[in-house]
């Protein structure tokens, strides 16, 4: 047996590892006992719904750079079900903070409503970084915490793809939209971007409801937006599972040569569906480095626990026909 491994054997039988608070003494955020007695760190990566090429994507990204970072940490890599089951996601935290994860880096499935799970988790100890969709300042504010934040400026982003939506319609020309879940930052910053894009060519949303992000939901609503709005020239979805749903929607109205529609995230099927010609336009926030990003922070936090954390803003850049040919 060598020196480190009788160490960590020392180290467990003192702390009792079995025991909640021996989990948790490993987790006081003490860098140095940390490297010297428990090893590398384990991280968790909480995501969102696994349904969505999206978060598989994030996933792969995330375990690529652990393999190559074998080293350094090690990864725990969990997602919901349903993009609506928040309270899954706030049992994720509380089951990866229990089993002694040193950080946790989560895209949060309600800006508001993971807040006191994660207070509870960053007194324990546990590293946190937010990633994808921003958590609500207020209520970090409220819980008297921060919790960096990793990822892109969602207004820009969607406000990109509709300014260039924008540029193929006419001034006074009518258009729908489809919003992620209202009670997420990121729903809400990329529906203020289309809104200004919109605003700004002078074309009118005559309707925008929520799809919570979800590709049937997204086609039953579409369907039905269509036939209220039979002049509309597009369909301005906030992710791309909604997009696709939009664009089964506007296929079956027989509408495909009159509706345009635009999404956000840049999915496998979204770029196939923009070389045919039946999606305009995407966002790519390069999903496969987000986490990435996410667990880069995480590991810099746990190396100097002293210094205060600071947001990092990732890329979003505007996806086309012309730009998947390049
Ligand atoms: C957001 C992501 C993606 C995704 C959506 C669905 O947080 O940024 O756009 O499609 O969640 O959960």
Known sequence: MNRRSLLLLLAALLSGCSSESGTRSNLAGNAGAQGETAGKPRIALIM?????????????????????????????????????????????????????VDAIVIAPADSKALVPALRKAQRAGVTIVNIDNRLDSGVLDQEGISIPFVGPDNKAGAQAV???????????????????????????????????????????????????????????????????????KAILAANDSMALGAMAAVKSAGKTEDVLVVGFDNITAVQQA?????????????????????????LEMMRNPDQEPADVETPVDLIMAESLSQ
Do not use: C
């Not at 690529?64 to 350094?72: D, K, M, P, V, Y």
């Not at 039946?278 to 990435?292: N, R, Y």
């Open 274 to 298: 923009i070389r045919d010609g039946k999606i305009l336009a995407t966002a790519d926030q390069h999903g496969d480095q987000l986490a990435v990003y996410g667990i880069e922070a995480a």
């Open 48 to 100: 969102k719904s696994l349904a969505n090429e999206f978060f598989s994507t994030m996933a792969d990204g995330a375990k690529a750079h652990q393999n190559e970072h074998s080293e350094e940490y090690e990864l725990i890599v969990n997602g919901i079900k349903d993009e609506r089951d928040l309270s899954r996601q706030v049992a994720l935290v509380d089951e990866m903070v229990a089993s002694g």
């Open 162 to 232: 509709a300014g260039y939506l924008a540029d193929k319609l006419a001034t006074g020309d009518e258009v729908l939209v489809l919003e992620g879940i209202r009670t997420s930052f990121n729903a809400q910053q990329r529906h203020e971007g289309f809104k200004a894009a919109m605003e700004a060519a002078g074309i009118q949303i005559v309707d925008s409801q929520s799809a919570e992000w979800e590709m049937s939901q997204a086609n039953t609503i579409a369907s039905s937006m269509l036939s209220e709005h039979p002049s509309a």
